[in-house]
């Protein structure tokens, strides 16, 4: 009885959904910890614009 | 493993080899102190003299104002924090911009004076000084906004090529530089004094904030010590705080509580006492001393009307009014 329940489509629906749920909260916990490339974009000062309005103090 | 002591700033940080810097951007690279952000500022704007804020130096002109990330002191309230509570590998852009570069375009935007502001320029003196030097040659002026959180050798060496400097005092008293900054009284105090002492053209701002600085008492003492160790030429910028960063508990400092500390200042004997992030207050414009005659007029950042005379007096009784006013 019990392995015709797994076999059964309702059961087959509910474990791949317990998998994808699985799957988004495993990426959410391992996404923030990855090591990512981040560097800085680097311009040249012709590629400045001076006159850009900004909130910076001083 | 060599490791290096950073005799900069009051921190005196000793770094491992890899390591930083507690303003994240002074490492020991093999044994050797270095500047990361040298030559690699990330803010780099067009903005007038008013705004850093020098009110006594060539009002009216406009400054090439630059700043690398980092910073040596971490002010809960901080307004820049974004640039100066990172190290410069963690900003989104950094332009290249080696010291001449810098004099250079300065120059061809028409500006007749270089700011190193918005971060703290302690941490990026290698670059600030280089810029300066050539900056010197081509004639033009090195203005400083600084928390002036720095030894007394560097700085000293650093005023032979610096014209003026706006110095955060941010109270008189060492236990809130320590529990809002990170850093203490003393040091600035004595930065204060070294620029007096060193000739560079000094104004002085104090950021109000209410229940932690606000206390009329305190802000009478500061006042009596700029007087005494500084002179009652120097002009004091009581600024407005707004909540930032890390201190949004707190509300904007009401403009009745700038206006009676700049009542304390002047009774002090400071003659010249702004007020400042309040657009329009009577306080942004200077007054002579000695007869009131409204002289530089500002509505915000700028200047709409200069009365001085061309060497820096009062048209009506001949006051001279201190400052570098061309």
């Known amino acids: 009885m019990k392995t015709e329940h797994i076999r059964s489509g309702k059961g087959l629906r509910r474990r791949r959904f317990l998998a994808l749920l699985g799957g988004i ?34 | 493993m060599t490791a290096v002591a950073c005799e900069l700033c009051p921190r005196r940080c000793v770094i491992p080899e890899g390591g930083a810097g507690d303003c994240r951007i002074r490492v020991n690279l093999g044994g050797k102190l270095r500047a990361t952000t040298y030559g690699r500022p990330s803010a780099i704007h067009i903005d007038p003299m008013e705004k850093k804020p020098l009110f006594h130096f060539h009002p009216g002109t406009s400054v090439f104002s630059i700043a690398t990330a980092g910073c040596n002191l971490h002010c809960l309230n901080c307004q820049n924090w974004q640039l100066s509570q990172r190290g410069g590998e963690e900003m989104e852009q950094i332009y290249r911009a080696d010291p001449p570069e810098v004099v250079k375009a300065a120059k061809e935007q028409g ?22 030097a050539i900056a010197r040659r081509e004639g033009l002026n090195n203005t400083y906004h600084t928390a002036g959180y720095i030894n007394p050798k560097p700085l000293r060496r650093l005023c032979g090529l610096l014209d003026a400097s706006n ?116 306080a942004n414009s200077t007054y002579c001393p000695t007869d009131g005659t409204l002289l530089i007029r500002r509505v915000g950042f700028m200047v709409v009307e200069n009365k001085l005379t061309a060497d820096g007096r009062c048209p009506t009784c001949n006051q001279k009014i201190p400052g570098v006013w061309k």
């Open chain 1, 25 to 58: 909260g495993a990426a959410g916990v391992a996404y923030p910890v990855l090591p990512r490339d981040r560097r800085p974009r680097e311009l040249s000062l012709r590629e400045a614009d001076f006159y850009r309005p900004h909130d910076l103090a001083g």
């Open chain 2, 111 to 132: 500006c007749k004076s270089l700011a190193y502001t918005y971060s703290d320029p302690v941490v990026f003196y290698e670059y600030v000084y280089d810029t300066s």
């Open chain 2, 167 to 282: 110095t955060d005092l941010k109270a008189f008293d060492d236990g809130f530089y320590r529990r809002v900054t990170g850093a203490t009284l003393q040091p600035v105090l004595d930065a204060l004094v070294t620029l007096r002492e060193e000739g560079v053209w000094l104004e002085v701002t104090n950021l109000v904030i209410p229940t932690l600085n606000d206390d009329l008492a305190m802000i009478r003492r500061m006042a009596s010590w700029m007087r005494d160790e500084l002179g009652p030429d120097t002009p004091l910028h009581l600024s407005r705080f707004q909540p930032q960063y890390r201190m949004r508990n707190l509300p904007p400092t009401p403009a009745e509580a700038l206006d009676r500390a700049r009542r304390e200042a002047l009774d002090a004997g400071l003659r010249y006492v702004y007020i400042g992030n309040v657009p329009g207050h009577e």
